[in-house]
């Protein structure tokens, strides 16, 4: 079957960094997607790896192992907003999304 | 970057009623988008995916009869809750795909802010 596993919550520090972990088993790879959601909000697109290695776009960063089926988000220099659910989805043989249960980062000042 | 919007953000109905929900496409044509449902902390779950022209393709378990779903144009798709019950109250979201890009980014999915559905 196909599996996304991330952490169900982290807490971290404002001004501080923070990585949320993803691992995957898909049938086949398309991709791997990162989503930010806030509560009662739709997912806002962060970042899309198809290639090993790291993706950096400002206070983010993406990494990608497809060897090892893993994927990281960094977020660096935490603000208050960054409190939200983090997505892991995985594009598999079908160009379908696999969706994992979401990481709940909890930003304390 | 590509805009979808839903409508209603959020509906109040009573057991038994249908309810419409749209998902537009605004400044991108989309064949192909997505219905999703998610409870309460839980991450999304598809329920069907729209293509234009044709009849949807739904997931496991979701009953197409009960969720019907309308793709009639390039940039609209609407699901419609037949027979709401109480247990149909979630929170939908559609997505779309831009596929007048190129390469495999073109399968990135843009989001609707999803409609909140609470069923009396």
């Known amino acids: 079957g196909q599996n996304i596993d991330q952490p169900t919550e982290m807490t971290a520090t404002e001004g501080a960094i923070v990585q949320i972990n993803c691992t995957y088993q898909?049938?086949?790879?398309?991709?791997l997607f990162w989503y930010q959601q806030h509560a009662g909000e739709a997912p806002t697109f962060l970042s899309y790896n198809v290639l090993d290695g790291l993706e950096e776009k400002g206070r983010f960063s993406s990494f990608l192992s497809r060897s090892k089926g893993y994927s990281y988000l960094l977020l660096k220099e935490l603000q208050m907003k960054d409190s939200a659910s983090y997505l892991c989805a995985v594009m598999d043989s079908n160009y379908q999304l696999i969706w994992g249960a979401g990481t709940k980062l909890i930003i304390k000042p | 970057g590509a805009v979808v919007s839903q409508h209603p953000s959020w509906v109040i109905c009573k057991s038994g009623t249908s309810v419409k929900i749209e998902c537009r496409s605004l400044d991108f044509q989309a064949t192909t988008m997505f219905w999703y449902r998610q409870f309460p902390k839980q991450s999304l779950m598809l329920m069907a995916t729209?293509?234009?022209?044709?009849?949807?393709?739904?997931e496991q378990g979701v009953e197409k009869d009960k969720f019907l779903i309308n793709h009639a144009s390039l940039t609209l798709s609407t699901l419609t809750v037949t027979s709401a019950h109480p247990e149909d109250s979630s929170f939908y979201i559609c997505s779309a795909r831009d596929q007048s890009t190129s390469g495999s980014f073109s399968y990135e999915q843009y989001f609707g802010p999803g409609t909140r559905l609470t069923v009396t």
């Open positions: 898909t049938s086949g790879f398309n991709g």
């Open positions: 729209s293509n234009e022209g044709s009849k949807a393709t739904y």
